[in-house]
Protein backbone atom coordinates (compact mmCIF):
# COMPACT_ATOMS: atom_id res chain seq x y z
CA UNK A 1 0.00 0.00 0.00
CA UNK A 2 2.62 2.50 0.85
CA UNK A 3 4.64 1.71 -2.60
CA UNK A 4 0.94 2.37 -4.77
CA UNK A 5 0.58 5.48 -2.50
CA UNK A 6 3.86 6.81 -3.24
CA UNK A 7 3.63 5.92 -6.94
CA UNK A 8 0.33 7.96 -6.99
CA UNK A 9 2.08 11.27 -5.71
CA UNK A 10 4.88 10.96 -8.18
CA UNK A 11 5.57 13.82 -10.22
CA UNK A 12 4.66 11.95 -13.77
CA UNK A 13 0.99 10.82 -12.22
CA UNK A 14 -0.67 13.70 -13.28
CA UNK A 15 0.53 13.53 -16.82
CA UNK A 16 -0.62 9.88 -16.89
CA UNK A 17 -3.56 11.04 -16.05
CA UNK A 18 -4.53 13.46 -18.68
CA UNK A 19 -2.94 11.49 -21.36
CA UNK A 20 -5.25 8.28 -20.21
CA UNK A 21 -8.38 11.44 -19.79
CA UNK A 22 -7.01 12.48 -23.61
CA UNK A 23 -7.29 8.94 -25.07
CA UNK A 24 -11.14 8.19 -23.22
CA UNK A 25 -12.38 11.34 -24.67
CA UNK A 26 -11.36 10.48 -28.12
CA UNK A 27 -12.77 7.24 -27.85
CA UNK A 28 -15.92 8.41 -26.86
CA UNK A 29 -16.08 11.20 -29.53
CA UNK A 30 -15.09 8.72 -32.23
CA UNK A 31 -17.75 6.07 -30.80
CA UNK A 32 -20.75 8.49 -30.34
CA UNK A 33 -20.37 10.87 -33.49
CA UNK A 34 -23.22 10.55 -35.93
CA UNK A 35 -23.07 7.71 -38.25
CA UNK A 36 -24.32 8.35 -41.84
CA UNK A 37 -21.53 7.42 -43.89
CA UNK A 38 -21.79 4.42 -46.49
CA UNK A 39 -20.71 1.08 -45.63
CA UNK A 40 -18.05 1.35 -48.68
CA UNK A 41 -14.76 0.16 -47.57
CA UNK A 42 -11.80 2.22 -50.18
CA UNK A 43 -9.47 -0.16 -50.88
CA UNK A 44 -5.34 1.19 -51.90
CA UNK A 45 -6.29 0.45 -55.57
CA UNK A 46 -9.28 2.97 -55.42
CA UNK A 47 -7.13 5.42 -53.88
CA UNK A 48 -4.10 4.99 -56.00
CA UNK A 49 -6.44 5.07 -59.25
CA UNK A 50 -8.41 8.29 -58.06
CA UNK A 51 -4.84 9.67 -57.41
CA UNK A 52 -4.09 9.31 -61.27
CA UNK A 53 -7.36 11.27 -61.35
CA UNK A 54 -6.94 14.29 -59.62
CA UNK A 55 -3.25 14.63 -60.85
CA UNK A 56 -4.78 14.61 -64.62
CA UNK A 57 -8.44 16.51 -63.82
CA UNK A 58 -8.06 18.49 -60.68
CA UNK A 59 -4.64 19.32 -59.85
CA UNK A 60 -4.22 22.23 -61.98
CA UNK A 61 -6.55 24.29 -60.13
CA UNK A 62 -6.80 22.29 -56.32
CA UNK A 63 -2.69 21.64 -56.08
CA UNK A 64 -0.81 18.48 -56.48
CA UNK A 65 -1.58 17.65 -53.00
CA UNK A 66 -5.21 18.99 -52.25
CA UNK A 67 -3.82 22.13 -50.41
CA UNK A 68 -5.45 24.64 -52.92
CA UNK A 69 -3.70 27.33 -54.99
CA UNK A 70 -4.32 30.79 -54.91
CA UNK A 71 -3.54 33.57 -57.70
CA UNK A 72 -0.71 36.33 -57.70
CA UNK A 73 -3.56 38.58 -55.92
CA UNK A 74 -4.11 36.32 -53.40
CA UNK A 75 -7.34 35.22 -54.74
CA UNK A 76 -8.60 31.10 -54.46
CA UNK A 77 -7.80 29.71 -57.72
CA UNK A 78 -9.21 26.25 -55.86
CA UNK A 79 -9.65 25.95 -52.57
CA UNK A 80 -8.22 22.76 -50.13
CA UNK A 81 -9.48 19.75 -50.38
CA UNK A 82 -8.38 18.39 -47.68
CA UNK A 83 -11.35 17.44 -44.99
CA UNK A 84 -14.14 17.50 -47.79
CA UNK A 85 -14.95 14.22 -47.76
CA UNK A 86 -16.25 11.74 -50.46
CA UNK A 87 -19.58 13.25 -50.27
CA UNK A 88 -18.42 16.62 -52.07
CA UNK A 89 -16.23 15.23 -54.53
CA UNK A 90 -19.40 12.56 -55.64
CA UNK A 91 -21.93 15.28 -55.35
CA UNK A 92 -19.13 18.25 -57.66
CA UNK A 93 -18.12 15.27 -60.26
CA UNK A 94 -21.07 12.95 -60.35
CA UNK A 95 -23.42 16.38 -60.94
CA UNK A 96 -20.89 17.16 -63.67
CA UNK A 97 -19.89 20.61 -62.04
CA UNK A 98 -16.67 19.78 -61.83
CA UNK A 99 -14.02 19.63 -63.53
CA UNK A 100 -14.91 23.16 -64.58
CA UNK A 101 -15.18 23.66 -68.06
CA UNK A 102 -14.71 27.66 -67.54
CA UNK A 103 -13.81 29.96 -64.39
CA UNK A 104 -17.08 31.80 -63.59
CA UNK A 105 -19.14 33.22 -60.53
CA UNK A 106 -20.21 29.41 -59.89
CA UNK A 107 -20.40 26.12 -61.34
CA UNK A 108 -22.79 24.83 -63.31
CA UNK A 109 -24.49 21.68 -63.01
CA UNK A 110 -23.61 19.63 -66.57
CA UNK A 111 -23.37 15.98 -67.85
CA UNK A 112 -20.60 14.44 -65.87
CA UNK A 113 -17.27 13.89 -67.49
CA UNK A 114 -16.63 10.85 -65.58
CA UNK A 115 -18.41 7.69 -65.03
CA UNK A 116 -19.50 5.97 -61.87
CA UNK A 117 -16.55 4.35 -61.11
CA UNK A 118 -13.70 6.93 -62.01
CA UNK A 119 -16.04 9.55 -59.73
CA UNK A 120 -15.78 6.70 -56.70
CA UNK A 121 -11.99 6.54 -57.42
CA UNK A 122 -11.43 10.12 -57.15
CA UNK A 123 -13.94 10.27 -54.01
CA UNK A 124 -11.77 7.49 -52.32
CA UNK A 125 -8.81 9.37 -52.99
CA UNK A 126 -9.83 12.55 -51.15
CA UNK A 127 -11.58 10.31 -48.59
CA UNK A 128 -7.86 9.54 -47.72
CA UNK A 129 -6.60 13.14 -47.27
CA UNK A 130 -8.88 13.99 -44.32
CA UNK A 131 -11.89 12.78 -42.29
CA UNK A 132 -15.41 14.19 -43.94
CA UNK A 133 -18.62 13.86 -45.04
CA UNK A 134 -19.22 10.05 -46.73
CA UNK A 135 -21.58 9.29 -49.31
CA UNK A 136 -24.74 8.63 -47.68
CA UNK A 137 -26.43 4.82 -47.26
CA UNK A 138 -29.02 3.73 -49.27
CA UNK A 139 -30.94 4.37 -45.96
CA UNK A 140 -31.25 7.29 -45.97
CA UNK A 141 -31.93 7.94 -49.73
CA UNK A 142 -35.52 5.76 -49.42
CA UNK A 143 -38.04 8.37 -50.09
CA UNK A 144 -40.66 5.69 -49.17
CA UNK A 145 -39.71 5.80 -45.41
CA UNK A 146 -39.74 9.97 -45.28
CA UNK A 147 -42.34 12.11 -44.22
CA UNK A 148 -43.21 14.84 -47.18
CA UNK A 149 -45.16 17.33 -44.71
CA UNK A 150 -42.23 17.35 -41.96
CA UNK A 151 -40.18 17.50 -45.17
CA UNK A 152 -41.93 20.26 -46.25
CA UNK A 153 -42.02 22.24 -43.21
CA UNK A 154 -38.21 22.11 -42.95
CA UNK A 155 -37.61 23.52 -46.85
CA UNK A 156 -39.82 26.43 -46.26
CA UNK A 157 -37.87 27.32 -42.76
CA UNK A 158 -34.21 26.61 -44.09
CA UNK A 159 -34.26 26.25 -48.19
CA UNK A 160 -37.27 28.09 -49.34
CA UNK A 161 -35.45 31.56 -48.81
CA UNK A 162 -33.12 30.83 -52.28
CA UNK A 163 -34.62 28.00 -54.02
CA UNK A 164 -38.17 29.27 -53.45
CA UNK A 165 -40.95 27.41 -52.00
CA UNK A 166 -41.47 25.03 -55.22
CA UNK A 167 -37.82 24.57 -55.57
CA UNK A 168 -37.11 26.17 -58.81
CA UNK A 169 -34.37 28.17 -57.96
CA UNK A 170 -33.46 31.87 -57.60
CA UNK A 171 -30.83 34.30 -58.40
CA UNK A 172 -28.36 35.61 -56.07
CA UNK A 173 -25.75 38.47 -55.96
CA UNK A 174 -22.93 38.71 -58.23
CA UNK A 175 -24.09 36.34 -60.73
CA UNK A 176 -24.62 33.85 -58.32
CA UNK A 177 -27.79 31.73 -58.47
CA UNK A 178 -29.69 29.17 -56.32
CA UNK A 179 -30.23 25.79 -58.97
CA UNK A 180 -33.80 24.29 -59.31
CA UNK A 181 -34.10 21.05 -57.08
CA UNK A 182 -36.65 19.47 -58.29
CA UNK A 183 -36.05 16.37 -60.43
CA UNK A 184 -32.43 15.25 -59.00
CA UNK A 185 -30.78 12.33 -58.00
CA UNK A 186 -32.01 12.02 -53.96
CA UNK A 187 -27.77 11.07 -53.15
CA UNK A 188 -26.85 14.40 -54.94
CA UNK A 189 -29.33 16.35 -52.88
CA UNK A 190 -28.59 14.85 -49.45
CA UNK A 191 -24.71 15.52 -50.38
CA UNK A 192 -25.74 19.35 -50.96
CA UNK A 193 -26.90 19.15 -47.70
CA UNK A 194 -23.98 17.25 -46.08
CA UNK A 195 -21.35 19.59 -47.84
CA UNK A 196 -23.02 23.31 -48.89
CA UNK A 197 -21.44 23.61 -52.37
CA UNK A 198 -20.34 27.19 -53.03
CA UNK A 199 -22.77 29.68 -51.40
CA UNK A 200 -25.06 26.97 -49.76
CA UNK A 201 -24.72 26.52 -46.23
CA UNK A 202 -23.74 23.29 -44.31
CA UNK A 203 -26.51 21.25 -42.47
CA UNK A 204 -24.48 19.07 -40.38
CA UNK A 205 -25.85 15.91 -38.20
CA UNK A 206 -26.41 18.97 -35.32
CA UNK A 207 -28.66 20.95 -38.06
CA UNK A 208 -30.21 18.34 -39.47
CA UNK A 209 -30.73 14.65 -38.84
CA UNK A 210 -30.06 11.97 -41.83
CA UNK A 211 -34.04 11.58 -41.26
CA UNK A 212 -34.77 15.02 -41.37
CA UNK A 213 -32.50 15.29 -44.99
CA UNK A 214 -34.57 12.32 -46.08
CA UNK A 215 -37.92 14.27 -45.43
CA UNK A 216 -36.83 16.95 -47.30
CA UNK A 217 -35.56 15.04 -50.38
CA UNK A 218 -39.11 12.99 -49.92
CA UNK A 219 -40.57 16.84 -50.59
CA UNK A 220 -38.77 17.41 -53.16
CA UNK A 221 -39.81 13.94 -54.95
CA UNK A 222 -43.12 14.98 -54.21
CA UNK A 223 -43.16 18.17 -55.79
CA UNK A 224 -41.73 16.82 -58.56
CA UNK A 225 -44.88 14.03 -59.16
CA UNK A 226 -47.37 16.68 -58.41
CA UNK A 227 -46.38 18.73 -61.02
CA UNK A 228 -48.29 21.58 -61.92
CA UNK A 229 -51.96 21.03 -60.88
CA UNK A 230 -53.12 24.89 -61.38
CA UNK A 231 -52.11 25.23 -64.82
CA UNK A 232 -48.61 26.55 -66.61
CA UNK A 233 -46.08 27.07 -63.90
CA UNK A 234 -44.60 30.36 -65.25
CA UNK A 235 -41.25 28.93 -64.30
CA UNK A 236 -42.06 28.76 -60.57
CA UNK A 237 -41.34 32.32 -59.35
CA UNK A 238 -44.66 33.48 -57.39
CA UNK A 239 -46.77 36.66 -58.14
CA UNK A 240 -44.06 38.71 -59.89
CA UNK A 241 -44.09 36.21 -63.19
CA UNK A 242 -47.85 36.12 -63.00
CA UNK A 243 -48.38 39.85 -62.11
CA UNK A 244 -46.05 40.40 -65.71
CA UNK A 245 -48.03 37.87 -68.26
CA UNK A 246 -51.22 39.45 -66.72
CA UNK A 247 -50.22 42.55 -67.33
CA UNK A 248 -48.19 42.24 -70.44
CA UNK A 249 -51.30 40.35 -72.33
CA UNK A 250 -54.21 43.02 -71.00
CA UNK A 251 -51.71 46.10 -72.01
CA UNK A 252 -51.61 44.13 -75.68
CA UNK A 253 -55.17 44.19 -75.74
CA UNK A 254 -55.53 47.18 -74.59
CA UNK A 255 -53.72 48.77 -77.21
CA UNK A 256 -54.76 46.14 -79.84
CA UNK A 257 -58.58 47.57 -79.20
CA UNK A 258 -57.23 50.94 -79.17
CA UNK A 259 -55.85 50.85 -82.70
CA UNK A 260 -58.67 49.07 -83.98
CA UNK A 261 -60.95 51.91 -82.64
CA UNK A 262 -59.16 54.26 -84.10
CA UNK A 263 -59.06 52.97 -87.63
CA UNK A 264 -62.48 51.54 -87.53
CA UNK A 265 -63.01 55.92 -86.96
CA UNK A 266 -61.56 56.74 -89.41
Not at 61 to 76: I, P
Not at 139 to 157: H, M, P, V, Y
Not at 170 to 182: E, N
Amino acid sequence: MKALAARRHHPMALLVILLLALVATGGLYAALQPQTAQAEAYTQDDVDAGQALFLANCASCHGRSAEGLQDADGGTIGPSLIGVGAAAVDFQVGSGRMPMQSSGAQAARKPPQMNEEQTRQLAAYVASLGPGPAVPDEEWLDTSQGDATNGGEIFRINCAMCHNAAGAGGALTRGKYAPPVVGLDPKHVYEAMDTGPQNMPVFSETNLSPEDKRDVITYLETLDHNGTPGGISLGSLGPVTEGLYAWTIILSLLLGTAVWLGAKAK
